[in-house]
C-alpha cells in the first residue's frame, strides 16, 4: 500500500501549474508549427508566428504565455489501495498547491477566481479554489492531471439535448461559428457524447488531456466510429475558413478529442469545450517515493523564430493620435503603436458606467479624450519587467459599454481580442471609432513593447485595474475601421469559398 505524503502531493501540484503557465505541450508545439507552415492566410500565418515566437520566449524566461493563467482543474485518479498522510482532503491538497503555485514570487501568476460569483465577485488572491475532480481507480498510485483553463475559451462552451437521430458534427458545425474566435483559435475542441448533462461537460474537459494526434490518425485511418467522428467533425470545421484569431485561414482546430458514456435511450447529450493557443496541461503520478520529477523540455522543440512586423505596417504616435489618422486606417492594416495607452476591461467599465450614471464622474487623472483603451488584465511584473505578460482579452464582453464609452468619454479607439458584435460595430461607425486586435497568446511577446505600466484608475480592483502604458512598437492589426467593415467578417468569409473549391 503506497502512502502518499500531502506535502509531496502539495509540492507535485504547485510544481505542476508553474510548469504549464511557461511550457506548452511538445505535441501543440509541433502540431502549431505544421499548421503555420501549410497556412496561406497571410493574416493567420502572421498570428500563428506570434504565438510560436511566443511561447518560445515564455519557455526560455520562465514566463506565462498568457495574461489569463486560468482557472486551476485538477483530475485526480486514487488507486483504492493508496493511502494520504498528513490528515489534509484531495481538494484542500490541490488548493494548497495551487495558492503557492499563483504566488510564487519568481514567477507569480494571474489570480483570477473570484468568489461569491452570483453576488460581490470578490477575487480569491491565490487564485483557489480549483476545480476538482476525483476518481477512485484499481491500483496504489494517485495519477494526477493539472490543466490551467482560460476564461476565453471557456466562456464559449456549449452543451445540447439532441435528438438520438440527430447529427453531432451538423450541430458542431452549425456552433463552431456562433462562438466567434474569442477561444483563440487555432487550438482544440473536446466533445462529450452520453452519459447525463454533467457527465458529457466533465467527458468534454477531460478529452482536452489526451495528446494531440490527429495527423497520424488521418494517416493510419480511423478503427472505430469515435475515431471516424472526430475526422469528421476536423475536416468540416476547418472547411468554415475561421482561421488563426478568427482572420480567415486554413487551420481553425489542431485536433477534436471525443470521450463518450452510455446514455439513457432518449437522450444524446453532447458538449463541447474548446481550447485555446494557451493549452497548459501535464500528468503525474505519485507512488508514495516523492515528489513527482516533470523534466523541462527542450528548446529545441521550439521552431527558431524572431518575431517582425511587415515592412509595410505603419508607426502611430499615440501621443498625438488625431480623429482624421484613424479614420484613414484601413481594414487588415498592419499598425506599430508608440506612446501612451490606457487600459480597461470587464469591472472597470461597469465603474466608469456607474460612475457617469450617478452624475458623479470620472475620478480625477482620468481622462479618455482621444485615448484608446486595451482590454486586458496583465499578470504582475518581477525583476525590470514594466509588467508582465499583457495579451488582450476577448472584446465582446465590453460590447455593451462601446457606445457609453465612445458618447461620454471621449474615447478614440479600443484594442482587443476577436471580433467585435453587431451593437459594438454599429457604435464604431456611429463614433467614427476603430477596434484594433491585438493576438491572444501572446501575451509574453506584447509584454515586452510595453515600456513603463503604472495604475491610473481603481487600484482595489487588481489586475482589472485601469492602467497607462507607454508601448513601443506594439503590433496590431485594425480589425474594424470607422466604417465599420470587420476582417473577422470578411476575412473567414473569403476562406470559407477559397476552401469549398
Not at 332 to 346: A, E, H, P
Not at 418 to 443: C, Q
Request: with cysteine; glycine share 8%.
Amino acid at each position: 500500500m503506497a502512502a502518499i505524503k500531502a506535502e509531496d502531493f502539495i509540492a507535485s501540484v504547485a510544481d505542476a501549474f508553474q510548469y504549464i503557465s511557461y511550457y506548452h505541450p511538445k505535441d501543440f508545439i509541433q502540431a502549431l508549427t505544421a499548421a503555420y507552415e501549410k497556412e496561406e492566410s497571410p493574416a493567420a500565418k502572421d498570428a500563428m508566428k506570434q504565438i510560436l515566437v511566443n511561447s518560445r520566449m515564455s519557455a526560455m524566461g520562465h514566463r506565462p504565455v498568457c495574461q489569463d493563467t486560468g482557472i486551476a482543474c485538477a483530475f485526480v485518479k486514487v488507486g483504492m489501495d493508496a493511502r494520504f498522510e498528513g490528515g489534509m482532503t484531495i481538494q484542500e491538497m490541490v488548493d494548497e498547491g495551487v495558492r503557492r503555485a499563483y504566488l510564487n514570487p519568481d514567477n507569480p501568476l494571474r489570480a483570477s477566481v473570484l468568489m461569491d460569483p452570483a453576488g460581490k465577485r470578490l477575487n480569491s488572491k491565490d487564485n483557489t479554489p480549483a476545480v476538482v475532480h476525483v476518481e477512485m481507480v484499481k491500483g496504489d498510485k494517485v495519477e494526477v492531471t493539472c490543466a490551467a483553463k482560460g476564461g476565453g475559451s471557456e466562456n464559449k462552451s456549449k452543451f445540447v439535448m439532441l435528438n438520438p437521430s440527430d447529427s453531432i458534427v451538423d450541430w458542431v458545425v452549425e456552433t463552431v461559428p456562433k462562438m466567434g474566435a474569442g477561444w483563440c483559435p487555432p487550438g482544440m475542441l473536446g466533445i462529450g457524447v452520453g452519459g447525463t448533462a454533467e457527465k458529457a461537460m466533465v467527458l468534454a474537459k477531460e478529452s482536452l488531456m489526451d495528446p494531440i494526434d490527429m495527423q497520424e490518425l488521418l494517416k493510419r485511418g480511423p478503427s472505430n466510429r469515435v475515431e471516424e467522428l472526430r475526422i469528421e467533425i476536423y475536416e468540416a470545421v476547418n472547411k468554415l475558413g475561421i482561421g488563426a484569431q478568427g482572420l480567415g485561414g486554413v487551420t481553425t482546430v489542431l485536433d477534436v478529442k471525443i470521450k463518450d458514456w452510455p446514455t439513457h435511450a432518449a437522450s444524446k447529450p453532447v458538449a463541447m469545450i474548446p481550447n485555446c493557443a494557451a493549452t497548459r496541461h501535464i500528468h503525474f503520478t505519485l507512488d508514495g517515493t516523492g515528489p513527482a520529477m516533470l523534466t523541462p523540455p527542450s528548446i529545441e522543440d521550439w521552431p527558431d523564430m524572431e518575431y517582425e512586423a511587415a515592412a509595410d505596417a505603419k508607426r502611430v504616435d499615440m501621443n498625438n493620435i488625431t480623429p482624421e489618422e484613424v479614420a484613414s486606417w484601413k481594414p487588415g492594416q498592419v499598425l506599430l503603436l508608440n506612446g501612451k495607452i490606457l487600459t480597461g476591461r470587464d469591472a472597470a467599465h461597469k465603474k466608469i458606467k456607474d460612475l457617469l450614471d450617478s452624475g458623479e464622474g470620472l475620478p480625477e487623472g482620468l481622462d479618455f479624450t482621444n485615448r484608446f483603451i486595451y482590454y486586458v488584465g496583465p499578470v504582475d511584473a518581477v525583476g525590470d519587467e514594466a509588467v508582465g505578460p499583457a495579451g488582450p482579452t476577448t472584446a465582446t464582453r465590453m460590447d455593451k459599454f462601446t457606445d457609453m464609452m465612445l458618447d461620454k468619454t471621449g474615447l478614440l479607439g479600443m484594442i482587443g481580442k476577436a471580433e467585435r458584435g453587431d451593437e459594438a460595430i454599429e457604435a464604431i461607425k456611429k463614433h467614427k471609432s476603430v477596434y484594433l486586435m491585438a493576438v491572444g497568446g501572446a501575451a509574453y511577446l506584447v509584454s515586452k513593447a510595453i515600456k513603463h505600466s503604472e495604475v491610473v484608475a481603481f487600484p482595489e480592483l487588481g489586475m482589472e485595474a485601469v492602467y497607462e502604458f507607454d508601448v513601443k512598437d506594439m503590433p496590431v492589426t485594425v480589425a474594424v475601421d470607422s466604417q465599420g467593415e470587420s476582417v473577422h467578417k470578411t476575412g473567414p468569409a473569403v476562406w470559407k469559398v477559397k476552401l469549398a473549391s
